[in-house]
């Protein structure tokens, strides 16, 4: 079955309501507005989670309601309900309509289709057993206990949703599109001498189930949580000060994400509050730094066949060899700067406006051998994984705290180091970058965006890096 056919019996068919009908409704609704859409949505999730051996939580949810959104200018009219009815649309659209010009005139080109599919449209919920998925956390724990002897506490959740979307413009034509997700996280604390520690690993993306149930998917993210746990055992106080900084490939590039890639999206340049507004064709970065935010890659958790207003995902280079070349856009920043929307404009749900938010955001390889980073540092952090962090937009400053990370000291990789927090300036880290790896790596598919209250799956990834002079909090005396 098609998106289309799919979407047609969710939307129509399930509430009873006649197309025709709706898209006259939407056209009423958003004339002599200069844009706006009905945002429908279908979605199914489900969560189960296990520590130390039972079943702590296990939920499944079903949910459906409509968005529709009319904009004039800047100026924006949003209305939405979990009722998708006739009612529910006319008592929107006489919400909505009070943000219309009155001009009369026509509502801005709808975006262009697309015959891409990123991923499967097969819902993954409801494929496995319930009973298969408990099976599974369980082993999870067996397993991991019988390891090593210093596991004291076992914590493994999976979870999975099926979004199925359909956009509606005032002139009748629309978008559909299906939406899986799933992911496996795995958490372990083991304890030596009075000293207890965690390691985590989570994996997933826009797949069913079946790649996570296979044994050497699971047992990987344990072996690897486990690693991690046991490492931080062992680890000493991280040093303090400005030090040369090598990040990991892979998910090290959250950091990018933060302190990059939020300044980068069009709502912040159009209004002039990011530390890269106006800079279009300046250089801001060292050479051979190349960043893309890429929604059309398959199966990852942060590709997207469609947008939420209905445009096709795109590739957008951001940064090229150092130099800015462009933002990431929705329609509404799009139209305002007299640029082409890039296919970025996202919303959580129904009941979310849509604004530019990132996707799969990377740099690209550079030439250089990520053991030849590591030997040209005479002192500093090897930084592998992290944790939480914070960033304001407009400074582009930002700290983060590095979960895996060494000391590395004449070009070899030292003991493991706990506590250490890198804290910099966005804008200043591009240009402090001296060496970039050819080990090109996407995180496993755990990452989730926020802004502005609204979380959306998002990737990220990058080579190894060296990144010359970065400030060092860390815990040694």
């Not at 001009?103 to 919920?125: C, F, H, K, M, W």
């Not at 914590?155 to 359909?166: F, H, K, M």
Request: proline letters at 4%; aromatic letters at 6%; hydrophobic letters at 35%.
């Amino acid at each position: 079955m098609s998106h289309d056919a799919t979407t047609e019996d969710l939307f129509f068919k399930r509430a009873g309501l006649d197309r025709d009908a709706t898209n006259a409704l939407v056209a009423n609704a958003l004339t002599g507005a200069d844009d706006g859409e009905l945002f429908l949505e279908y979605r199914q999730s489900e969560s189960i989670s296990l520590d130390d051996g039972k079943i702590k939580s296990a939920n499944f949810d079903t949910s459906m309601g409509f968005g529709l959104r009319a904009v004039s200018g800047e100026a924006t009219g949003f209305a939405h309900a979990s009722e998708f009815s006739e009612g529910a649309l006319k008592r929107a659209a006489d919400t909505v309509k009070a943000v219309r010009s009155g001009r009369g005139g026509e509502a801005a080109v709808g975006p262009s289709g697309t015959n891409t599919q990123l991923y499967t449209d097969v819902n993954p919920i409801g494929l496995i057993p319930f009973e298969t998925k408990v099976e599974l956390l369980q082993k999870i724990d067996a397993y991991a206990r019988a390891k090593d002897p210093s596991v004291v506490q076992v914590s493994a959740s999976i979870l999975g949703s099926w979004q199925a979307v359909r956009i509606i413009r005032a002139d009748g034509q629309f978008a559909s599109d299906v939406r899986p997700m799933v992911r496996l996280n795995v958490s372990i604390m083991t304890e030596r001498d009075g000293r207890r520690e965690t390691g985590s690993h989570g994996m997933g993306g826009r797949v069913t189930y079946d790649g996570l149930i296979e044994e050497t998917s699971w047992k990987g993210a344990v072996d690897e949580a486990l690693r991690q746990s046991l490492l931080n055992l062992d680890s000493i106080h991280a040093p303090a000060g400005d030090l040369t900084v090598v990040l990991g490939p892979g998910w090290p590039g959250v950091l990018l994400h933060e302190a990059i890639g939020h300044g980068l999206e069009g709502d912040f340049n159009r209004k002039g509050t990011s530390a890269f507004s106006g800079r279009i064709g300046e250089r801001v970065a060292s050479p051979g730094v190349t960043v893309v935010d890429d929604g059309t890659l398959p199966d990852r958790r942060g590709s997207i066949s469609i947008d939420d207003e209905g445009t096709a995902s795109s590739r957008s280079v951001l940064i090229e060899d150092g130099i800015l070349k462009g933002y990431i856009f929705d329609r509404l920043n799009a139209r305002l700067m007299g640029v082409r929307p890039t296919g970025n404009g996202r919303r959580q749900s129904y009941g979310s406006q849509p604004m530019p938010r990132m996707t799969n955001t990377f740099m690209l390889n550079g030439d250089k051998d990520p053991g030849e980073i590591i030997a040209s540092v005479k002192k500093g952090i090897y930084a592998v994984n992290f944790g939480g962090g914070q960033v304001d937009i407009t400074s582009g400053k930002f700290v983060f705290s590095a979960t895996e990370a060494y000391l590395v000291e004449n070009g070899k990789i030292g003991p493991a180091v706990k506590g250490a927090t890198l804290i910099g300036n966005g804008p200043d880290v591009l240009t402090r970058v001296s060496m970039i790896g050819n080990d090109l790596a996407l995180d496993d598919g755990v990452g989730t965006c926020g802004k502005d209250g609204q979380s959306v799956p998002v990737g990220v990834g990058q080579p190894t890096l060296r990144i010359d002079g970065l400030t060092v909090g860390g815990t040694a005396n």
